[in-house]
């Protein structure tokens, strides 16, 4: 007999709970699958556009036309590169360690090519006011005679960092062993003329050398 109360308002309890709480409506399936395919979608074009991006610049947005000295002192223009893969580098002659050792590491991918390799080097000065042709000469006598050097008027420069995207600013001096702060990129260019990319000279020049041999 005592069992009996208990049960009975044990059940009634129960029964007051579920008649008192309405209940909570039901999720279908499908909806669920809906909202997670458009939040799917959503992060889809968030990666796509924030992390998918190339990081070179785009072919178009390296190089153009130029209309420059050599150091031999002849004039030179882009159009006397076509038909040959060159690497193209901007620097000055009085630049203290990276110039000499960027252009002494694309000498030696040119000599690891051969003699005969129709590839070709450019040296663009930053530094036009100091590097005469005379002086271009002087310098590049160190390293493989396919790098040309080119200068001329500031007028002349300017456009030409604009075309390879280079950075360049004499640091404040008044003393004339300035030094100039530039980009230190160089720049794998094809036979025609276009950008192909970035291109590591500091590496073993064979290495350099096969990848480069790729566009001849």
Known sequence: MSNGPTKNNSKGGKSGAKNGRAAAPAISKP????????????????????????????????GGPFQLTAHTGQPVTD??????????????????????????????????????AKVGGLFV????ERDTPEKLKDYLANFDPRIIGVTGPRA????????????????????????????????????NGRFVRPFNVARR????????????
């Open 205 to 216: 020049p064979a290495e350099a050398a096969r990848e480069l041999e790729r566009y001849l």
């Open 156 to 191: 002349s420069i300017d456009p030409v960092l604009r075309e390879y995207r280079i950075f360049s600013k004499r640091a404040p001096s008044k003393e004339e062993d300035y030094s100039v702060d530039h980009t230190t990129v160089v720049y794998l260019m094809d036979k």
């Open 31 to 62: 909806l669920v699958i809906g909202v997670g395919a458009v939040f799917a979608l959503i992060f889809g074009v968030f990666v796509f556009f924030t992390s998918g991006k190339p990081s070179a610049p785009p072919p178009s947005a390296i």
């Open 125 to 128: 000065t930053v530094d036009p």
């Open 79 to 116: 159009q006397d590169f076509l038909g040959r893969p060159f690497l193209v580098f901007f620097g000055y002659t009085h630049c203290p360690d990276v110039c000499p050792t960027t252009l002494f590491e694309m000498s030696e991918v040119l000599r690891a090519l051969g003699p005969d």
